[in-house]
């Protein structure tokens, strides 16, 4: 019987992106090339959309401009920089002996490692190279390059940099987007969010600019930018007013909530 020339492997997009969407690499089992590249229709999440990004990736992959080798700046840095292509050996041997000058010369913090993400995965972002840098005393990078401020709110709001499962949407009936353009920036939420609209769910969307979000949201509130504080404060005094607020839920997943409802510009305005 003929063996079929191609075969199907289901794997997960390796960019450091929260989505993971899911593919189908389909691979040409005689060069053992990816040849064809698609969204995982059955994925329950991701549903077989992939970004651009992605749905060109074997361009980028294969693509006889990509830098597969080390190169090494010749002249002058900018625009008349040139680069010559040198051995792994060659690089390996030049930067441990720059790195020894400027140990030897400046000390450990005159190296600055500069890394993020990308495609490298847990071990080689977080792994490889820590304990390296650490033993010869080098800069720290304060990893704000990419989502530092989506972090901090993140475990403010919800005590570690996660939001609520995506799924979670089709359980609820009234569904808040604040400062958030899902359409551009969460894409696999948006069939989510048809869904619960056709379930009956309402919709709000909090943001001073009209984006594809918003037009696809029952009400569209567009505070001032910075002003959205007020406006929280304004909403909790409204929950806390008329007794809404999930006292147990605030007992067992919040602190200083008490303090915060008694003394804060709360209780300022349930006074008057
Ligand atoms: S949205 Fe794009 S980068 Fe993010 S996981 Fe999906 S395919 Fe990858």
Known sequence: MRQPKFKNI?????HDCPDTCSLVVTV??????AVKLKGNDKHPI???FLCNKVNHYLDLVYNKNRVLYPHVRIGPKGSKGKFKKVSWDYALKLISKNIKTNLEKYGGDSIQPYSYSGTLGMLGYWGMSERFWNKVGASRLGRTICIAAASTAGIYTYGAACGPAIDEVLKTTLIILWGTNVASTHVHMVPFLEEAKKNGAKIVCIDPRETRTSVMSHWHLQPKPGTDAALALGMMNEIVKNNLHDKSFLK?????????I???????????
Do not use: Y
């Not at 067992?252 to 915060?260: I, L, Y």
């Open 10 to 14: 289901n794997v997960t997009c390796p």
């Open 28 to 33: 040409d089992k005689s060069s053992g090339k």
């Open 46 to 48: 991701t549903k077989g």
């Open 252 to 260: 067992n997943h919040t602190t200083g909530h008490e303090d915060f």
């Open 262 to 272: 008694k003394k804060s510009f709360l209780n300022i305005i349930l006074a008057k």
